[in-house]
């Protein structure tokens, strides 16, 4: 059976924003325009599509926006959206604007909605975007370089000032479900230990232990990385100061991960993968998720690609310990 062709395309953000979003909707748009589809932006992810914020958009209305970073379609949890008759008011919603093809470019709750959407006949195709890297289908997801850069500058400001004062710093970064943020800052800003939500053998005895053997070596600063996943960074240093005597404060980087201009390398993988979306809309595709792997772009059954569960590299996990202080 011939594939149906597709005539216009529609693009949404969903779930958390991610720096690079923009860069991908840019590609998305005017990779559209260039194979002869009409666009058709969707503000507020799900929200938007069920309510109709729909706008036909031109190689312009994406001008000055890779170097942004947030969504200028704007994102939202929409949690009516996991209701069946709301996702058939979604699938035809798009049949009233016209809309065949549907980019979503967000995380793993979105593309379930998407996969939702395509079940219905709307031919739809996933991009990763999450600060959080926890697709496993990909090796990157849009949003982690810039995001895992932030929190390593703004933990490389606390060291120094934790440094002055002879404090030990406990930092907690984003990931609710996933420690990749929290591995990446404990090698890079050389922690003397991370919490990450997938190790549960947490060994806080043995971390008060390590903090006052680095005083006696004369260390003057102990920093400890915790997973927003995991938690409790106020109670934890309360806990370290009552057993070490070593004041200690706790920082929630929170939200400023999410922000500001993407790097040279989520503003690339979004402009690939926005491309490589649309080339699978223009080949028929559907339900169908876009990934990189081993160097490549390559895509995934949506179904499959959700199924597949990532776990920290064990790898790194286990240099990240060997290079904390001994
Ligand atoms: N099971 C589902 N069925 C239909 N839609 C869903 C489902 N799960 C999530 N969604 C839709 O996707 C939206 C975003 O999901 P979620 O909040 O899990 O974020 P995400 O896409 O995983 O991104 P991130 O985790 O990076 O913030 C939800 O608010 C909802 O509208
Ligand atoms: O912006 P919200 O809704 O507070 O969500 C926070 C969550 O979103 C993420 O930033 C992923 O987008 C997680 O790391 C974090 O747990
Ligand atoms: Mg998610």
């Given at each position: 059976m011939m594939s149906k062709e597709i005539k216009t395309i529609g693009v949404l953000t969903?779930?958390?924003?991610?720096?690079?979003?923009?860069?991908?909707?840019?590609?998305v748009v005017r990779t559209a325009l260039a194979r002869g589809k009409r666009v058709m932006g969707i503000r507020k992810g799900y929200q938007g599509l069920i309510n109709g914020d729909i706008f036909e958009m031109d190689a312009r209305s994406v001008s000055d926006t890779i170097q942004r970073g947030g969504t200028m379609l704007y994102t939202a949890r929409c949690i009516e959206f996991l209701q069946p008759e709301v996702q058939q008011r979604g699938a035809d919603m798009c049949k009233v604007f016209g809309i065949d093809g549907l980019v979503v470019i967000g995380g793993d709750g979105s593309f379930k909605g998407a996969g939702?959407?395509?079940?219905?006949g709307i031919n739809t195709i996933g991009i990763p975007g999450t600060i959080d890297l926890d697709i496993d289908c990909t090796d990157y997801t849009i949003g982690f370089d810039t995001a895992v850069n932030t929190a390593m500058e703004a933990i490389d400001r606390l060291r120094d000032t934790s440094t002055s004062h002879e404090r030990c710093s406990v930092v907690e970064v984003m990931g609710r479900d996933a420690g990749y943020i929290a591995l990446w800052c404990g090698i890079v800003n050389g922690a003397e230990y991370v919490f990450l939500p997938e190790v549960q053998n947490i060994k806080e005895?043995?971390?008060?232990?390590?903090?006052?053997?680095?005083?006696?070596?004369?260390?003057?600063?102990?920093?400890?990385?915790m997973s927003e996943g995991v938690g409790g960074s106020d109670?934890?240093?309360?806990?370290?100061?009552?057993?070490?005597?070593i004041e200690t404060r706790a920082t929630i980087l929170g939200h400023l991960q999410r922000g500001g201009s993407p790097t040279a390398v989520?503003?690339?993988?979004?402009?690939?993968?926005?491309?490589?979306?649309?080339?699978?809309?223009?080949?028929?595709?559907?339900?169908?998720?876009?990934?990189?792997?081993?160097?490549?772009?390559?895509?995934?059954?949506?179904?499959?690609?959700?199924?597949?569960?990532?776990?920290?590299?064990s790898r790194q996990y286990e240099v990240s310990q060997m290079l904390e202080t001994r």
């Open positions: 969903s779930g958390g924003d991610a720096p690079g979003m923009n860069a991908a909707i840019r590609a939702k959407l395509a079940n219905l005895e043995e971390l008060i232990e390590k903090i006052l053997m680095n005083r006696k070596k004369g260390k003057r600063h102990n920093l400890i990385i109670e934890l240093a309360k806990r370290i100061e009552a057993a070490t005597g989520d503003r690339m993988h979004a402009s690939m993968m926005g491309a490589y979306a649309v080339d699978l809309l223009c080949k028929g595709e559907s339900n169908r998720v876009v990934g990189f792997k081993n160097n490549t772009y390559v895509d995934f059954d949506i179904d499959e690609a959700l199924a597949m569960q990532k776990d920290i590299s």
